[in-house]
T-cell receptor, first 115, second 112 residues
């Protein structure tokens, strides 16, 4: 059985400061890893994903995440955040089950960017 | 291309009433999902459908039923609503084997 742990429920940070949102997972098989972002009153949107290959993946708006197999982590980072990055961020893990691929989401980390 | 659409956006029910949440996608995805989102608990999978004609229980299926009407539509039914089902419900559809998901805007349900 797989699980996803997001270690911080809320992360307050000042604008232009760096941020790291932590995600650890447990799984006995090969996994695919995702970060989704949810802006207020909206559905989730894919931010970035790791499927295979390079362990460092990037999004178009400056976020990056690194897959670390030995530590079973997929932390999300941004070197300089903007007010508009205020949102809730969900780490997710997919693995193949009997009915196809299933995805498990973490509980979410709420990022507050302050001026 | 509307993506994933959900109706209604908001709904208030009394305990014991029934209702169906509708979901449709126009991206030709095989997989569709229903989640509920509660504060501090993230998204929890209620039911999913890996392909047309199949449905499977997720993490929290009790009190719900689903119908995969065709490839586009996947509905969620509450037969006898309870206050514990007050939540925001999201429908999603999945891309192929990699299970990247696309989400609808959500339905905010309150059961009094």
């Amino acid at each position: 059985a797989q699980s996803v742990t997001q270690l911080d429920s809320q992360v307050p940070v000042f604008e232009e400061a760096p941020v790291e949102l932590r995600c650890n997972y447990s799984s006995s098989v090969s996994v695919y890893l995702f970060w989704y972002v949810q802006y207020p009153n909206q559905g989730l949107q894919l931010l970035l994903k790791y499927l295979s290959g390079s362990t460092l993946v990037e999004s178009i708006n400056g976020f990056e995440a690194e897959f670390n197999k030995s530590q079973t982590s997929f932390h999300l980072r941004k070197p300089s955040v903007h007010i508009s990055d205020t949102a809730e961020y969900f780490c997710a893990v997919s693995e193949r089950g009997t009915g196809g691929f299933k995805t498990i989401f973490g509980a979410g980390t709420r990022l507050f960017v302050k001026a | 291309n509307a993506g994933v659409t959900q109706t209604p956006k908001f709904q208030v029910l009394k305990t014991g009433q029934s209702m169906t949440l509708q979901c449709a996608q126009d991206m030709n995805h095989n997989s569709m999902y229903w989640y509920r989102q509660d504060p501090g608990m993230g998204l929890r999978l209620i039911y999913y459908s890996a392909s047309e004609g199949t449905t499977d229980k997720g993490e929290v299926p009790n009190g719900y039923n689903v119908s995969r009407l065709n490839k586009r539509e996947f509905s969620l039914r509450l037969e006898s609503a309870a206050p514990s089902q007050t939540s925001v419900y999201f429908c999603a559809s999945g891309v192929g084997l990699l299970n990247e998901q696309f989400f609808g805007p959500g339905t905010r349900l309150t059961v009094l």
